[in-house]
């Protein structure tokens, strides 16, 4: 047996918690059990252990108890639909799972749920409703294309596991930028923090780097803890699995590489950001906010992976060898 070290993870940001960490904790049961999204023990205990209020409270230290809540249902909804895909027969059937995200999607358009509708149907519907009264429409559209990619990243996954697929590195990255929600990630930073930066300057070359980097970092270092429990469900959606099978090295070899991979690409961001070019001292203090809530996500959801009971520890695991 070979014994797994985990190797450092560059993280520069400081860690931040919201002042209302212990209410959210309360109210985050409230709210999933609510909308009945979890239907029995096994899903209460698992939704217990992973601690989801901790990452919101770490990645939006700053908000305000009511945007707190939405951006943690948020978060719920989300990693409560990737167990119901992980868990169900949805993980290798991408025509059923599109469907489900079709209706999804008239939902979060506007349309109304109905008896016949799931329940996560009717919980998106809410958070939908309370975003609008807590932000507006400005903006709101902005999110649509985001929703439409990470559950086209979804779909893409399921295409793999019905073919029983490893895709390649580069593949993989692709698929893995929109099935973490990444650009949803981005676009509540701005969206919650009622950010005035123009559609221009969101096309801006460095700013779409900045945004593709950050997604990455977010997806390795996920990936980087996560791998035991993709692992133990024979999932390949993971860097270093990726890495290992397609590399043909060692689980060791295969999480060195993507702690160099994530280390890496953290501090080219921190490069980039310095190049960017001043457009004015008004857009220039909304840009900054922004990198600042890429920051508060960055160190907010390393905090989490350290701490979550949802991915098993890589410290002192023991593996077979490869």
Known sequence: MEKLVFPDLYCPFPSQVNKYVDVLE????????????????????????????WLTASTYPHYQLEELKVGNDWLSWLFIWDDQCDLSDLRKQP???????????????????????????????????????????????????????????????????????????????????????????????????????????????????????????????????????????????????????????SLKQAVNEAVKMHNNELQALLALEKSLPSFGEDIDTEIAKYLSGIHDWIRGNFDWCTKTARYNSIENLDLVKC
Not at 30 to 38: C, G, H, K, M
Not at 168 to 189: C, F, M, N, P, Q
Not at 233 to 244: A, F, G, M, P, R
């Open 95 to 249: 025509q059923a799972l599109q469907v489900v995200h079709d209706r999804f999607l008239e939902i979060f358009k506007g349309e109304k749920p109905t008896s016949s509708d799931i329940p996560l149907t009717h919980a998106l519907s809410d958070i939908r409703q309370r975003m609008l009264k807590l932000w507006g429409e400005r903006y709101f559209h902005l999110l649509i294309p985001c929703l439409e990619d990470y559950f086209n990243g979804c779909v893409l996954q399921a295409k793999n596991h019905s073919q029983s697929r490893t895709p390649d590195i580069e593949t993989y990255i692709k698929t893995r930028r929109l099935s973490l929600a990444g650009d949803l990630v981005l676009a509540w930073i701005e969206y919650f923090n009622g950010l005035q930066i123009p559609n221009n300057l969101r096309k801006h070359y460095i700013i779409e780097k900045i945004n593709e980097m950050t997604i990455n970092i977010l997806a390795w270092c996920n990936d980087i803890f996560s791998f035991p429990k993709e692992l133990a469900s024979k999932d390949v959606h993971n860097l270093v699995l990726v890495l290992h099978y397609q590399q043909q090295i």
């Open 26 to 53: 309360d109210y985050a049961f409230e709210w999933v059990l609510s909308f009945n999204l979890l239907y029995d023990e096994s899903t209460y205990q698992h939704f217990l252990k992973t601690n989801f209020f």
